[in-house]
Structures are given as structure tokens and as C-alpha cells.
């Protein structure tokens, strides 16, 4: 197995965990974005909720990498984890947006994983 393949199934085992810790403690995972939880039922219902759906994304985005990795081409992967760091600038736009800071914890592996795809998708 390619240094490359190995990377990108550390990358899709990373977003995997965090879209279980998502799923299963929303208040830790808001503090990823440098945001507090809200403290009033129906507005913490919500987030709850959304960050369901945001776990599902980082589920999805790991599997998608672990299937192109076991079972498709380099290419495809490699387009899967540079679409995996679009997310990620977006993730940290959205922190820079919304709470003033925190971009640079997403936008710091963010071009690892750019790189990294475009290696692949060059077929390396």
C-alpha cells in the first residue's frame, strides 16, 4: 500500500471519528468551531440535530475515501479528498464567519489534503 492510500485512510478514519463525536457529543463538537452551546432546550434542539447531519457529512466523506481507496481508482479518490478539503476551507470559513477565530484549525490540514489529492488524482 502507497504512503499516499495510507494518508488519505488516516484522513478518512479521522472524519469518521469526528462525525461520530458529532453524532454522540454536539457540545464538544461546537467547540471545534469555536462556538458555546445554546443553552435554551428548543435552540440546543436544534443544533443537536444539525449536528447529526453534520456528523452524517464526516461519516459519508470517510467512507466515500475508505471505498475509493479499497475498491476504485486513484483518480477518484484523489478528487474525493480534494473535495474533503474544500469542506474543510468551507468548515474553517464558517468559523472565521460566524465566531471571529477558529479558521486555522480547519484551514491547517486543509491543503495536506489538497496536496495530497492532487497527487492521486495525477495518478501517483
Known amino acids: 500500500m502507497s504512503v499516499l ?4 485512510a488516516a484522513f478518512a478514519t479521522i472524519f469518521v471519528a469526528f462525525g461520530v463525536n458529532a453524532i454522540l457529543q454536539p457540545s464538544n463538537t461546537l467547540t471545534f468551531f469555536e462556538l458555546s452551546a445554546p443553552t ?6 436544534i443544533v443537536d440535530a444539525l449536528l447529526a447531519v453534520y456528523g452524517v457529512r464526516d461519516i459519508f466523506m470517510g467512507a466515500a475515501i475508505y471505498a475509493a ?15 474533503g478539503s474544500a469542506v474543510a476551507f468551507a ?12 479558521a486555522w484549525n480547519h484551514w491547517g490540514y486543509a491543503p495536506v489534503l489538497t496536496v495530497v489529492g492532487g497527487l492521486l488524482a495525477l495518478g501517483y
Open 69 to 83: 481507496a479499497y475498491f476504485g481508482s486513484r483518480k477518484a479518490l484523489g478528487w474525493i479528498v480534494i473535495s
Open 5 to 8: 492510500l495510507l494518508i488519505s
Open 40 to 45: 435554551a432546550p428548543a435552540d440546543r434542539q
Open 91 to 102: 468548515d474553517g470559513a464558517v468559523c472565521q464567519v460566524y465566531a471571529g477565530n477558529g
